[in-house]
């Protein structure tokens, strides 16, 4: 939740992602819900449900502001830009260490409990893992290689933010790499176990 703590905001780490966001250019929140699928959803997403609350609450604490954007056959849309204190307010926190992460994954959950059903009933769950990850390997593959021509990139010049997509883009191809390659492991281990006795 964002609030007003002795004149600063206090920030979730959903208000940051929109900071992230926005100061790369001025969006409606429909924008940026769409932005989190294509941009940030293999490092952070959010449903529409949390943005809108979080936008409202950080315009209240002085980090953005926004324009009225009239339609004609639709309802009217707000558009925000950063304020100078939401840019101060990201600055600070770039400069923070990372706080350790919970991992919550419901796919090692389930692994840690395989088990406890057959090899047949397992396998195809991580199949279907398997061709999630390998699917979003390929469209990373492909925005990083649109990526790679853009001048920024190729001259890595790393104040920019086109290189800073293009290095969470490479995170993200190594994360759906191996989370690929761990799946079909784990699938062939268990078609390959079914119908045998025991371990």
């Not at 979730?12 to 992230?20: D, H, K, P, V």
């Not at 954007?69 to 204190?85: F, H, L, N, S």
Request: aromatic share 10%; glycine share 4%.
């Amino acid at each position: 939740m964002t609030e007003l703590r002795e004149g600063k905001a206090v920030m979730t780490t959903l208000g940051y992602a929109l900071l992230a966001l926005l100061a790369r250019e001025p969006l409606t929140g429909y924008d940026l819900a769409q932005r989190m699928r294509r941009s940030t959803d293999f490092f952070w997403t959010a449903r529409h449900s949390q943005i809108y609350p979080e936008l409202t609450r950080m315009e209240a604490a002085g980090l953005l502001t926004h324009e009225v954007i009239r339609q004609t056959e639709r309802p009217d849309k707000k558009r925000y830009t950063m304020t100078e204190a939401g840019y101060v307010a990201l600055r600070a926190w770039l400069a923070q260490p990372v706080r350790p992460a919970p991992e919550r994954d419901e796919m090692m959950l389930k692994t840690f409990c395989s088990w406890l059903i057959e090899p047949w009933e397992a396998a195809p769950i991580v199949r279907a893992r398997e061709a999630e990850h390998t699917a979003r390997q390929a469209t990373y593959e492909a925005m990083l290689a649109d990526l790679e021509q853009h001048p920024d990139v190729r001259n890595r010049r790393v104040s920019t933010p086109a290189f800073s997509s293009y290095a969470t883009l490479r995170r993200g191809i190594q994360y759906e790499r191996g989370y690929a390659e761990w799946c079909r492991w784990l699938a062939e281990t268990l078609e390959s176990a079914d119908g045998q006795d025991g371990a």
